[in-house]
């Protein structure tokens, strides 16, 4: 009877310790959060990161890895991912997995250990511009983390200004741009990784599970409208839209791809965070006084105006007064080469019909050929609209397009015409003959 209970209890005792083994072995397994830093540094991605950090903590990660693979971006966003990384309650690591340079450098030392695969490169962090105020502050930014993690902050401050020399490692002039080896070798980072597993056996941890975060639609496209590479094509877009519109008849298509580049434009500075919806306003006041100014003849105080009033609308979408310069120099550029491009491959066929009014003007119907205009020679009349040069007069009741011979001649004004050029009527203000 005792070695029957014997024979029974045994196995079952294997077994409950195996499956003991086996639970003990499940609750060991450390959850692993990946998330990749490989575009722009832009608001997008900040984002991204906030939204995958808080993910991480909610559902009890153990560590948090970024893997690094960016050339920079914007020094706001790099501060604001900083933060949000070294806030976390969640451990973090960063794996620099070819390179992490300008804003890249801020955000893989703000992790508590950095590896960096065979064959990487970290640094090159000076600002854009490269004012003395720009990289004053950033130098404060960097040092700051530096110390606060445990780095040489005068490692990260020569990575970002070329005056600062490192005896043996930078001469002055240069940036600092490191090596995995020399990051190594002069104990900047924590180890150098083939690939993901060996960062985590060099942290201790065997048994694991991995989760990569993955961004949302929605963050991608923040991450796309607000790139610095992005914004003035979608600028350029609006302009070469709007000049589309100007020069064909009726709204079409130049229209749409106007409404569609500017409404992108400023959507990616405002949900970037580099502007607020008044900019959204200036801009629309400014394309508001351009219509005024097309509809008068000439160029006057409108068309400044409204001009004035787009640019300062992309300055203030914009994070400095350089960006916008840089913006809009590149958008006319691009217009400029486009439009170029349009009038060259239109067919002449083609153009003649979408420039000019595809419409018989004969004298049955009631229109005056350039011919009968020499009648109007010595006539006298009165400005309907400022002619600045040209404009409406009116002559024995007759309202025609006129131009003035030299000036501008205000509305009201007496004038009286002094030459008639196929079609143009050319007049002087009376009393001046």
Do not use: H
């Amino acid at each position: 009877m005792k070695r029957t209970v014997f024979k029974y209890i045994v196995p079952i005792l294997v077994m409950i310790l195996s499956i003991g083994g086996i639970t003990g072995a499940i609750d060991d397994k450390k959850s692993i959060y990946v998330i990749e830093v490989k575009t722009e540094v832009t608001p997008g991605l900040y984002n991204y990161i906030n939204n995958s950090i808080q993910k991480a903590e909610d559902e009890g990660a153990d560590l948090i890895l970024f893997e690094i693979d960016t050339f920079g971006g914007r020094v706001d966003s790099a501060i604001n991912i900083s933060d949000v990384i070294i806030s976390s309650t969640v451990p973090t690591a960063a794996y620099i997995n070819k390179k992490a340079i300008s804003a890249g450098v801020l955000i893989s030392i703000s992790c508590d250990d950095i590896y960096m695969a065979p064959g990487a490169t970290i640094g090159s962090a000076e600002t854009i511009p490269a004012t003395e105020k720009n990289i004053s502050f950033w130098k404060k930014q960097l040092k700051t983390v530096a110390e606060e993690k445990g780095r040489d902050p005068e490692v990260v401050m020569a990575m970002a200004d070329k005056d600062m020399e490192i005896e043996g490692l930078i001469e002055k002039g240069k940036l600092l741009n490191l090596t995995t080896n020399e990051a190594v070798e002069i104990g900047f980072i924590d180890g150098k990784a083939l690939n993901r597993r060996q960062i985590y056996e060099s942290l201790g941890i065997e048994n694991f599970s991995e989760t990569e975060i993955e961004s949302t639609v929605v963050e991608d496209f923040i991450n796309i409208i607000s790139s610095s590479y992005v914004a003035p094509i979608l600028l350029a877009l609006g302009f070469i839209g709007m000049v589309i519109e100007i020069i064909t008849p009726g709204f079409g298509v130049g229209g749409i791809i106007s409404i569609i580049g500017f409404s992108l434009f400023f959507m990616g500075s405002i949900l970037g965070g580099s502007a607020q919806i008044l900019s959204v306003v200036v801009f629309m006041i400014g394309m508001v006084l351009l219509v005024i100014e097309a509809a008068a003849p000439g160029f006057g105080v409108f068309g400044v105006l409204g001009i004035s009033s787009v640019i300062m609308s992309v300055v203030m979408a914009s994070r400095s007064i350089a960006q916008a310069v840089m913006y809009i120099v590149i958008a006319i550029a691009l217009t400029a080469a486009v439009i170029t491009v349009i009038f060259k491959k239109l067919p002449k066929r083609k153009l003649s019909k979408t420039l000019l009014l595809d419409t018989n003007l004969n004298t049955d119907e009631g229109y005056i050929s350039s011919e009968g205009k020499s009648q109007y020679l010595g006539k006298e009349g009165v400005c309907l609209s400022f002619l600045r040069p040209s404009g409406k007069i009116e002559i024995e009741g007759e309202m025609l397009d006129a131009i003035a011979e030299s000036g501008l001649i205000e509305k009201g004004e007496k004038v009286k015409v002094i030459r008639v050029e196929g079609s143009k009527i050319i007049v002087r203000k009376k009393g001046e003959e």
